[in-house]
């Protein structure tokens, strides 16, 4: 790689990094276990958001032996409103395989780290360089637009074959002696400063060696071609109460979106009734809320009521009924959350 001012830009980040950094809590301690459940939670997720969830989760689960065999629904539980629940399955059986296989201790090494579940190229890099200073590429989302506009790199970041270029970029600049440093420099950048659109480039502490800069066209960068068309899917969700004041739910399956959850009973509108799919027989339905709920491939649109029911007949698999009390105790997802917010128990 041919860029001229690698030395001043490593010394530019780390000094900026370490002076203005934002006091974040998984910045007090350098313990692997800790770092690897804050990156984590940091996927696809705001700080702010994460910060209250990182804390409770750190001390429910404060050790790698605590989260390792805890019971999966106490897990989601904790895990609620967080989202992309998979992440906090594959954490769980990471943490697992640790204490398992290396004696509780997470690997310091790139070959034998990237081996635990859901642990791929950015987490291991994140984990080897802020836990223990290895000097390891740890490239997201921030670090490819920064890289991008300071070495005015032009490949589509869409591409999984472009992850590979910045990966190398990275290998090239890091500061051996400021690792950890220097990757969290690289994010922090642009989550702050080097933001995707209008990027701050006048309080750029490494402007003098962007040339993207230099050449006018930060802003433009990086190249992303647009993601495939969302699936969009009209829903219909009813809270249903006996006559024993208990509210039905059923469990979602145990692979795919929001594994093993719990949700009120929800069809796809114009497809499916509500009656037909549960058993039941619906009165008194009075409407509660309308709105969507985006994921990252498919967008929910819920039209949800409250009825109740006077007789039911054989519940499927996975259908039961719940007190309130109950319900606080399961695991569901924001949707759901939402609509029960809305109900006068």
Request: net charge neutral; with cysteine.
């Amino acid at each position: 790689m041919n860029y001229k001012y690698t030395q001043q830009f490593r010394q530019a980040l780390v000094e900026w990094f370490n002076r203005e950094k934002r006091d974040l809590p998984w910045r007090q301690t350098t313990e692997p276990y800790h770092i690897w459940v804050s990156e984590v939670m940091l996927q696809q997720t705001r700080v702010d958001t994460v910060i209250p969830y990182y804390n409770r989760f750190i001390e429910r689960f404060p050790t790698a032996e605590t989260l390792a065999y805890a019971p999966e629904q106490e897990l989601l539980k904790m895990w609620e409103g967080l989202g992309y629940y998979s992440r906090a399955r594959n954490l769980q059986a990471g943490v697992r395989e640790v204490v398992e296989t290396y004696n509780s201790v997470v690997p310091d090494n790139r070959a034998d780290i990237s081996k635990l579940k859901g642990v791929g190229p950015y987490t291991a890099g994140a984990i080897l360089s802020i836990a223990y200073g290895k000097p390891e590429h740890a490239v997201d989302g921030n670090v490819m637009r920064v890289l991008s506009r300071v070495l005015h790199i032009k490949e589509d970041i869409a591409l999984p074959k472009t992850r590979k270029v910045f990966e190398e970029a990275v290998d090239f600049l890091i500061d051996p002696e400021n690792a950890s440093s220097f990757n969290q420099g690289l994010m922090e950048l642009g989550a702050l400063i080097c933001t995707p659109t209008s990027p701050k480039c006048l309080l750029c502490p490494v402007r003098d060696y962007c040339i993207a800069f230099e050449a006018g066209d930060a802003a433009q960068l990086p190249i992303k071609t647009k993601k495939i068309k969302m699936k969009q899917l009209e829903l219909d969700v009813a809270v249903i109460q006996n006559t024993e004041g208990h509210y039905l739910l059923e469990q979602r399956p145990a692979e795919g979106l929001l594994a093993n959850m719990w949700q009120f009973p929800m069809v796809e509108r114009n497809k499916e009734s509500i009656d037909e799919k549960y058993n039941v027989a619906i009165e008194a339905k009075k409407p509660l809320m309308q709105f969507k709920h985006v994921f990252s491939h498919l967008t929910w649109h819920i039209d949800s009521y409250s009825a109740t029911v006077k007789e039911t007949g054989v519940l499927g698999e996975h259908v039961q009924w719940f007190t309130k009390e109950q319900i606080a105790q399961l695991p569901m997802p924001v949707p759901m959350l939402k609509i029960w917010s809305q109900v006068d128990v």
